[in-house]
């Protein structure tokens, strides 16, 4: 059902998938095709913050920090998931691997390089402090608007 909790949430999440896809582009490689990036992780911000965030509003301070570092982590975790199987599929339609296994296996290997590229001091904060922000906010809004 739709709430002022539910929508604060996926906008807050939203615009935190902007900022950090802003952030991470200058530190992939220069012939980096990044596509459909931007648009698909502002989705994912708008869908893990209505569904994660903003399902669970309500109660105080520390559980809106809870609640926004849970939104932030799990926002992450589906960004590199998606960006590696993207790039996982892009690599088996040029038949880079033997089979749906190595698939796999090649897919973990693209996010955890992702992860170690993205793991930086600023970006770390922007989720972070984001996150805790963003539950914050979420909560404050549930609590006026129920």
């Known amino acids: ?3 002022a909790a539910r929508l604060t949430a996926a906008f ?3 615009l935190m998938g902007f900022a950090l896809s802003r952030m991470i582009m200058p530190l992939m490689p220069e012939s980096t095709q990044f596509g459909y990036f931007i648009p698909t992780n502002i989705a994912l911000g708008l869908a893990v913050g209505w569904r994660v965030m903003g399902a669970r509003a309500g109660g105080g301070v520390s559980e809106g920090i809870t609640i926004g570092l849970t939104g932030a982590v799990v926002l992450v975790f589906w960004g590199l998931f998606i960006q ?7 690599n088996a ?3 880079r691997y033997g089979g749906v296994g190595e698939a796999l296996v090649g897919m973990i290997g693209i996010g955890a390089e992702y992860f170690l590229i993205m793991a930086t ?5 922007v989720v972070l402090i984001g996150g805790a922000v963003s539950g914050v906010i979420t909560n404050l809004i549930d609590s006026k608007f129920p």
Not at 84 to 90: D, L, P
Not at 121 to 125: F, K, W
């Open 121 to 125: 001091l600023p970006i770390i904060a």
């Open 84 to 90: 590696a199987g993207r790039e996982m599929i892009e």
């Open 93 to 95: 339609m040029m038949h």
């Open 12 to 14: 807050c999440l939203a």
């Open 1 to 3: 059902m739709p709430t």
